[in-house]
């Protein structure tokens, strides 16, 4: 079956540690995109990419860094800079970019940092 | 620049009820426009799409017509069911080369037996 993986679900970490979360993507998908969701609020984008070996800024991309070295993978660091990285992480794909292309979402990690 | 604008929540409502979720949006050209669906604790789903003014997107007794004159795509359901409850989120695409799906905050929906 074609979908979107994410893992792991629950992530713990400390602060001041760097943690990535993994996306993974078996749909031929050539856009992904990573999204913020905190409690009772709304999906803020972080990054997407378009094709392989590119990504730019959503409207939050501080504090985070990604890559897409293959088309299947579009993995997220969290670094220690982001201010308050406590939420929940979900990755999506879509075939393009734009247009009327639906995106499919990941179940999502929700990452604690104590 | 592009937004969408849903009504906030919770909406509460009884089995059998009537769902109305007021959707509307503003964009510079023709976007198409979407429902998505987060059952909790799990990503997002999509449930309906309208491409064009006066398409009706259905699915699973949920219907939303794309009302240009109005710039609105509200949600409705005639007969709602407790597995009805989750979070739902207006989108909206402009499909150039450069732009990505803008989603509403979300309005929930609590459905009582």
């Known amino acids: 079956d074609g979908g979107i993986t994410q893992s792991p679900k629950y992530l713990f970490r400390k602060e001041g540690q760097n943690v990535t979360l993994s996306c993974e993507q078996n749909?031929?998908?050539?856009?992904m995109y990573w999204y913020r969701q905190d409690p009772g609020q709304g999906l803020r984008l972080i990054y997407y990419?378009?094709?392989?070996?590119?990504?730019q800024k959503g409207d939050i991309a501080e504090g985070y860094s990604v890559s897409r070295e293959k088309k299947e993978s579009f993995p997220l660091t969290v670094t220690s800079a982001q201010k308050n990285p406590t939420a929940f992480y979900l990755c999506a794909s879509s075939l393009r970019l734009a247009g009327a292309y639906e995106q499919y979402f990941g179940p999502g990690t929700r990452l604690t940092v104590t | 620049g592009d937004s969408v604008t849903q009504m906030e929540g919770p909406v509460t409502l009884s089995e059998e009820a009537f769902l109305t979720i007021n959707c509307t949006y503003t964009?510079?050209?023709?976007?198409?426009l979407f429902w998505y669906v987060q059952y909790p604790g799990e990503g997002l789903q999509l449930l309906l799409k309208?491409?064009?003014?006066?398409d009706k997107g259905s699915n699973k007794g949920f219907e939303a017509t794309y009302r240009k004159e109005t710039t609105s795509f509200h949600l409705e359901k005639g007969s709602v069911q407790v597995s009805d409850s989750a979070v739902y989120f207006c989108?909206?695409?402009?499909?150039?080369?450069?732009?990505?799906?803008?989603f509403g905050k979300g309005t929930r929906l609590h459905i009582l037996p």
């Open positions: 749909l031929n998908h050539d856009a």
């Open positions: 989108a909206l695409s402009e499909g150039s080369r450069d732009d990505k799906i803008i």
């Open positions: 990419s378009q094709i392989v070996n590119d990504f």
């Open positions: 309208a491409t064009k003014a006066d």
């Open positions: 964009a510079t050209g023709y976007p198409s």
